[in-house]
């Protein structure tokens, strides 16, 4: 157990580390705690649908300057759980740098072992510039309640035009049906912005997904509060 929070247990050190460096450069510094909710009618994350069914997914997150920390979660009408905390820490030039514990309630949540452990890890690594993006995310551990390998991969690549973006993304581990890395997400989305009042509106999204690795096609089309 020692072992498997160490390497989490220092990049959150470091991000504190970098988050207090940043804050103590400016007299004043904004904290703001930012709950958000999505209904979406599919689930579909890196390639693979969650659950069954739409699903709700709420989160609570609080920031300070570059520095977010916050819980995000998925709940279905079927039993599927997800309830994941993250951490991450957003430079001025386009780089983010993050941690991410992926649990399922229902686990133990201190059962840290490979065989049946309950949380994935994952460092997370974004990168922005104009519309292009890059994202390059590892697992720690094995954990085998949650379904991670340890040294699980995914790398994807996306352009954002002005109606719509595309992304491409590949893995391996927990990622595809073979373990093995391959191509694993393909999409077109879109987005509009509802206004329904001056002081209240909405996002409308929607995504077509492919994934050539297990042959599936998903469309999903979610709003955002």
């Not at 504190?16 to 209904?39: C, H, I, M, R, V």
Request: aromatic share 18%.
């Amino acid at each position: 157990m020692k072992n498997t929070f160490l390497i989490p247990g220092l990049i959150i050190i470091l991000f504190l580390t970098a988050g207090a460096e940043s804050d103590g450069q400016a007299e004043t510094e904004k904290y703001d705690f930012n709950p958000g909710l999505d209904f979406y009618s599919t689930y579909v994350w890196r390639g693979t649908a969650y659950g069954n069914g739409p699903h709700f997914q709420p989160e609570l997150e609080f920031t300070s300057g570059g520095l977010a920390i916050g819980i995000w979660g998925s709940v279905d009408f079927n039993g599927y759980s997800e309830a994941d905390p993250y951490i991450s820490y957003s430079f001025p030039f386009g780089l983010s740098l993050g941690l991410t514990d992926y649990y399922y309630p229902g686990l133990p949540f201190f059962n840290t072992s490979p065989t049946n452990g309950s949380h994935a890890f994952e460092i997370n690594c974004n990168y922005s510039t104009g519309g292009l993006g890059l994202s390059a995310n590892y697992i720690l551990n094995e954990a085998g309640g949650a379904g991670s390998e340890g040294g699980d991969l995914y790398f994807q690549i996306g352009y954002e035009f002005s109606r719509f973006n595309l992304f491409a993304g590949a893995g391996n581990g927990w990622l595809t049906t073979d373990g093995n890395f391959n191509l694993c997400n393909l999409g077109l989305g879109t987005e509009e912005i509802i206004e329904v009042t001056e002081k209240f509106s909405f996002r409308l999204n929607g995504q077509i997904i492919f994934n050539p690795e297990s042959e599936n096609l998903y469309l999903t089309v979610g709003i955002s509060f």
